[in-house]
């Protein structure tokens, strides 16, 4: 009697949730390779939440994360005259959540995917993708190269190219208004409470900040522009000017906003959001599925971009493992995981609409009802949905039945 062949997974993008994939399909038996555009890894600093932590956990890496990163535990809120608004969790059942750098997070998992002898290719920008003969898939690279197997799963980001073979007719992701930077201070004394991340409404734009136990600071900045930038115009900017312009825009709120840029060992380059306000029609085609941002790309300011493509990469894993036929696992992933994603990108929604306010009027309004607001919806019990979220790996999935399969929400 023949073996049965093992399958063999394509996954496009070796960012964090890729790499994670290729981990837990190994787990399931599965052969996964892990093609990636870039030569090499890109990014700046996020908050990982403990509901993502919990995915990294499962896999073994969730120490190593916390040891490269600052763990956090909870939030608070103010305007920029440094009138406390609110306050929050970050954390639940038993984990906390990191603020960490990009790249080494990344790094974290491709290494162990790499260690385990996972192949991952870098330089490999995909220009083409097709249904062979027999069903499986044939990916084709800007270089002429190829690569074939069984499925493929889009983990290429909020610009995904493979979402253009599942959905050609969708329109891609849209601009959010929002401009972004950041960077990392280092050398000044701020007494801060432990494990805690503040989030500041300022006069004219948002900064957001966070000492760890070393006195490292993390921080970021958000502010609105109307008008989407020229692809590449923010390129040319240099550091230094960046930090005098930051400087300028908080130069009417509290002086240590102003210290912390100014002392900053690194500023990031400008950058846009982007987000995906409706998501394609199916997150799957054939052999071909989408994972993360290229299905449910929701704004940065809900904190849980990263958290949700890892919950799709262990979700989406257990499908396959346990639902024999591809287009029914893809199904089920897909219906596990919407409505979810949906109400994170209302978070992420919400999130931003206060950093559009600018106008003192606007401004007064928004710090008297803050307050209410976050009694009422980010209290703990309310936020459990969010930080509370666990998916048991050993637990097998169910095949949802066509009914439930959620194409024709679009949002």
Excluded at 229 to 244: A, C, M
Excluded at 275 to 289: E, I, N, R
Aim: hydrophobic residues 40%.
């Amino acid at each position: 009697m023949l073996a049965k062949r093992k399958k063999k997974a394509l996954i496009i993008g070796c960012g964090i949730a890729g790499p994670a994939l290729a981990l837990f399909l190994k787990r399931a038996g599965i052969e996964a390779e892990i093609y990636e555009a870039r030569t090499a890894s890109e990014g700046f600093s996020l908050s990982l939440s403990c509901n993502g932590l919990a995915v990294l956990q499962e896999l073994g890496l969730d120490q190593a994360a916390l040891a490269e990163g600052s763990a956090v535990s909870k939030w608070l809120m103010w305007n920029g005259k440094g009138k406390k608004l609110g306050e929050g969790v970050l954390a639940g059942n038993g984990l906390k959540s990191v603020f960490i750098k990009r790249v080494p997070l990344g790094d974290i998992i491709s290494d162990e995917a790499e260690r385990q002898g996972i192949k991952i290719v870098r330089g490999k920008k995909v220009e083409d993708i097709k249904v062979s003969s027999d069903g499986g898939v044939v990916a084709t690279f800007h270089d002429g190269t190829t690569a074939s197997g069984d499925l493929l799963i889009g983990s290429d980001g909020v610009h995904s190219r493979t979402r253009r073979f599942v959905d050609p007719a969708f329109q891609g992701a849209a601009y959010t208004g929002l401009i972004n930077s950041g960077g990392y201070t280092t050398g000044l004394n701020l007494s801060e409470p432990p494990e805690t991340t503040h989030f500041i409404f300022c006069k004219r734009a948002f900064f957001g900040y966070h000492v760890s136990s070393t006195g490292y600071i993390y921080w970021f900045t958000n502010w609105p522009e109307a008008k989407e930038p020229v692809k590449g115009s923010l390129n040319t900017i240099t550091e230094e000017q960046r930090k005098q312009q930051m400087l300028e825009v908080y130069q009417d709120d509290q002086p240590f906003i102003r210290e912390i840029i100014e002392a900053a060992e690194t500023t990031f380059p400008y950058f846009a959001s982007y987000a995906l306000p409706k998501q394609p029609s199916s997150w799957h085609k054939g052999p071909v599925v989408l994972l993360g941002d290229a299905a449910h790309a929701i704004s940065p300011s809900s904190g849980q971009g990263a958290s949700m493509a890892l919950e799709d990469a262990i979700v989406l894993a257990k499908c396959i493992r346990d639902i024999p036929d591809l287009e029914q696992a893809f199904a089920t992933y897909e219906h596990l995981r919407r409505d979810r994603t949906v109400k994170m990108f209302d978070v992420g929604k919400h999130g931003d609409s206060g950093k559009h306010v600018i106008r003192p009027m606007q401004q007064w309004f928004r710090d008297v009802t803050t307050p209410l607001f976050l009694k009422l919806f980010a209290n703990q019990k309310a936020s459990e949905w969010m930080y509370g979220y666990r998916v048991d790996w050993e637990t097998q999935v169910q095949a949802c039945s066509p009914a439930d399969t959620p194409k024709r929400r679009l949002s």
